[in-house]
C-alpha cells in the first residue's frame, strides 16, 4: 500500500487548496481514510474522514470549510479546503484506518 499526498502550498488567509491521496496497492472504496495535520511543535492531529460507506466526519475547526471526497476511478481521496486560516498551517498527511498505511505529507502554509 502507497498513498502519495500533493497539492499543498502557499496560500493567503481566505484563499482555497485541494489536496490530493492518490493509492495504490488498495481501493479507496470500501476503506476509511483520512486527512490529519501537524503544526509546528504540536502534535497529529484528525482533520477529516471518510468512511468505507462514504460517510464523512470533521473535526470542529474545520466543518463547513473542508470537504472530504473519493473519485474510486481515479482511486484518489480529495481534501478541499477553502476559506483558510494561519491556523490552518501544517503539514497534511492521508491515512488509510485498516492497517495504519500513511502517505508522505504535504506542506499547507496560510499567509495572513
Known amino acids: 500500500v502507497q498513498l502519495q499526498a500533493s497539492g499543498g502550498g502557499l496560500v493567503q488567509a481566505g484563499g482555497s487548496l485541494r489536496l490530493s491521496c492518490v493509492a495504490s496497492?488498495?481501493?479507496?472504496?470500501?476503506?476509511?481514510f483520512r486527512w490529519y495535520r501537524q503544526a509546528p511543535g504540536k502534535q497529529r492531529t484528525l482533520v477529516a474522514t471518510i468512511a468505507g460507506d462514504g460517510s464523512t466526519d470533521y473535526e470542529d475547526s474545520v466543518k463547513g470549510r473542508f470537504e472530504i471526497s473519493r473519485d474510486n476511478a481515479k482511486n484518489t481521496v480529495y481534501l478541499e479546503m477553502n476559506s483558510l486560516k494561519p491556523e490552518d498551517t501544517a503539514v497534511y498527511y492521508c491515512?488509510?484506518?485498516?492497517?495504519?498505511?500513511w502517505g508522505q505529507g504535504t506542506q499547507v502554509t496560510v499567509s495572513s
Open positions: 496497492g488498495t481501493a479507496v472504496s470500501g476503506n476509511t
Open positions: 491515512m488509510r484506518l485498516r492497517g495504519k498505511y
